[in-house]
């Protein structure tokens, strides 16, 4: 439900947060591996990363397409083939679909697909040409530099030394965007942060800093950051019932594997390879 593909606005990140903790950081490659396997679970049914997959958006955002389900209405697919289409490895794929594309999403006409009948085809070839792995390096650009920095900068703002919060933060991202308003993730944030209005202990061994005077337990934030945002997006319940199961079941760092649910509420073992 990615509803802006806007970045974190710096307005909303310096409401809320506090002084960076010295053992906050981007998450490692293990972590990063489990982070990614998981977000497609979730995203789409599987751990294992579909570049090429493509469907209708039952959530009315046009197409849904690539790892993380990128967007014709809401303008991160455009984002993926306008690099792709400025690499050494474009093959025409997309050039009879352009205009409608850009069309869409600067206009953000959601779920509109007039025009737009062979963009799964394309987007599969693409998937499959000989020049794939730069398609796939063209997700992988705009994931991170639309959804992980803006997600792992909010992390890092806070405090957070978990991977399972990195996790919970660049999912909410992801799903329900960047963006400020309250149903994405800075809204969410803020809205949290709004509710402390003091001191909240725990037993994680990691605080973040709420608006630089309260100390919340990071595992309790989570928690609390994870309510609001089933309560401002109702469709997350999956992901929030996932994360939490993760929260009572697995170590808060990963170096190994997890245990997950996905959206049908199945146990999933998802590992670092």
């Known amino acids: 439900m990615k509803l802006s593909v806007s970045v974190f606005g710096a307005a909303t990140a310096m409401a809320f947060l506090g002084h960076a903790n010295a053992n906050s950081s981007y998450l ?25 997959q493509c469907t209708k958006d039952n959530s009315g955002n046009g197409y849904s397409a690539g790892i993380i389900n990128f967007s014709t209405g809401n303008g991160d697919a455009w984002q993926v083939v306008k690099l792709y289409m400025h690499s050494t490895g474009y093959g025409g794929e997309f050039d009879a679909y352009t205009d409608d594309i850009d069309t869409y999403a600067s206009n ?34 705009v994931l991170n530099s639309n959804y992980f920095s803006p997600a792992m900068t909010a992390s890092n703002g806070l405090g957070i030394k978990f991977d399972v919060t990195k996790a919970a933060i660049l999912d909410s991202a992801i799903v329900d965007g960047p963006g400020d308003d309250s149903s994405s993730l800075g809204g969410i944030m803020v809205a949290v942060a709004n509710s402390i209005n003091g001191t909240m202990t ?18 309790v934030w989570l928690k609390l ?32 594997s997890i245990v997950a649910l996905d959206s049908s509420g199945d146990k999933q073992t998802i590992s670092c390879n």
């Open 28 to 52: 490692g490659t293990c972590a990063s591996n489990i982070v990614e396997s998981l977000t497609n679970l979730l995203q789409n049914g599987k751990a294992s990363l579909n570049f090429g």
């Open 108 to 141: 953000g006409s959601g779920s509109s697909t007039s025009g737009l009948s062979g963009f799964c085809p394309a987007w599969e070839k693409a998937a499959n040409s000989t020049s794939n792995y730069i398609f796939f390096e063209c997700q992988d650009d």
């Open 202 to 219: 725990g037993n994680s061994g990691n605080s973040v800093m709420i608006y630089g005077k309260y100390h919340v337990d990071e595992i």
């Open 225 to 256: 950051f994870l309510q609001q945002r089933e309560k401002v997006n109702p469709s997350d319940k999956p992901n929030v019932a996932s994360y939490n199961y993760i929260i009572a079941n697995n170590p808060y760092n990963w170096d190994s």
